[in-house]
């Protein structure tokens, strides 16, 4: 299993001075097992992503996470949306009312968006998430809903090498008076335990967190107590908060570096993790 990640930002684009180690592009992950091109969620850095795929022929199957728009927003800029040589599928979590379709076309149409999702390739096949997992090639994929507003779920990827949990927006400790809790009762737990690789929102130091209870995201604290709960091997902080620099999150991640436990590192736009260090 091949790791990259071109997006680790939350909630807005931040590019600027400041943010250029750990990245401004919003959330997304390129995932290659043995057989299968898997990309977690569409933020910003789906474009790039898309380019770097210029010569790629293939299926690639584009896993949502949710459908808020930092997640999803760069989908009309993903040039293999609009090549026909390509088999594009793009699953999302079903929610109560609306199909997966009607919601995507929510922002894929003007006034929002020149393009409409019915102009993409007419190879674009989309999936709402079944209650059971799938098999894409060799990587079999467990979903399930997770701690945040709106219809979201985290995902878990295994393919015979390695084992990853991907939870960008989650809230564990919401309603809980202290963290971590009975893992039975965790948001997540059944998906990020024993992995090999964890992919997790990081977005809030505890103070900030304080201020922002219910928002859907994890202080710093919350997210490494998740990850020792869950007994993870490695943690990628992601999600970061846009509003902090590169020296902010140098200084949080070292302070949960320097702790036994998981191997601890910052997600930084374009750190690539190979099957053997997953």
Do not use: K
Request: charged share 20%; hydrophobic share 35%.
């Amino acid at each position: 299993m091949h790791v990259r990640l071109w997006g680790t930002r939350g909630s807005v684009p931040s590019p600027g001075a400041d943010t250029v180690r750990y990245g401004g592009n919003t959330s997304c992950v390129e995932v290659h097992t043995g057989s299968s091109l898997l990309i977690l969620d569409a933020g910003t850095g789906i474009r790039p992503l898309g380019i770097s795929l210029r010569d790629y022929h293939g299926r690639i199957d584009l896993l949502l996470s949710h459908l808020h728009l930092d997640h999803v927003q760069g989908i009309g800029f993903f040039e293999p949306a609009f090549r026909p040589d390509l088999e594009l599928h793009i699953w999302g979590p079903p929610a109560p009312g609306e199909g997966l379709r009607a919601r995507l076309a929510r922002y894929l149409s003007p006034p929002l968006f020149p393009v409409r999702l019915r102009e993409l390739n007419p190879e674009v096949v989309l999936h709402e998430l079944p209650n059971e997992p799938i098999q894409i090639g060799d990587a079999r994929i467990t979903v399930e809903a997770v701690m945040h507003p709106g219809s979201t779920v985290g995902y878990r990827i295994e393919d015979e090498s390695c084992s990853l949990a991907y939870l960008p927006d989650h809230e564990p400790a919401l309603g809980a008076p202290s963290f971590p809790i009975n893992p039975e009762w965790t948001s997540g737990h059944g998906l990020a335990h024993g992995v090999d690789l964890l992919i997790h929102d990081a977005q809030y130091t505890p103070a900030e967190y304080a201020e922002r209870v219910g928002w859907g995201h994890s202080s710093i604290e919350h997210t490494w107590a998740f990850a020792v709960q869950a007994g993870v091997r490695r943690l990628v902080t992601f999600h970061h908060d846009p509003s902090h620099s590169d020296d902010q999150l140098d200084a949080l991640v070292a302070e949960l570096q320097s702790r036994d436990g998981p191997q601890v590192i910052g997600g930084t736009e374009g750190l690539e993790l190979e099957a053997g260090d997953c």
